[in-house]
């Protein structure tokens, strides 16, 4: 998919890896959804994983 963006293959790989960081924001929006996760309602949950899954694509 990165790929698709322009990405090269070895700059996924270091994102994977954790060896390039991301960028703050998105960096928040991950932040956001581990704790929505960890600590929302049900309701919370299926809507912040489903906007982390479907939002992207």
Do not use: C, Y
């Not at 890896?17 to 049900?42: C, H, M, T, Y």
């Amino acid at each position: 998919m990165g790929e698709g963006f322009g990405m090269k293959r070895a700059e996924v790989i270091a994102f994977a890896e954790g060896e390039r960081p991301v960028l703050r924001d998105v960096q928040s929006l991950i932040d956001w959804i581990w704790f929505v996760n960890a600590k929302g309602s049900l309701a919370e949950v299926v809507a912040a994983t489903r906007f982390a899954i479907e939002g992207v694509t």
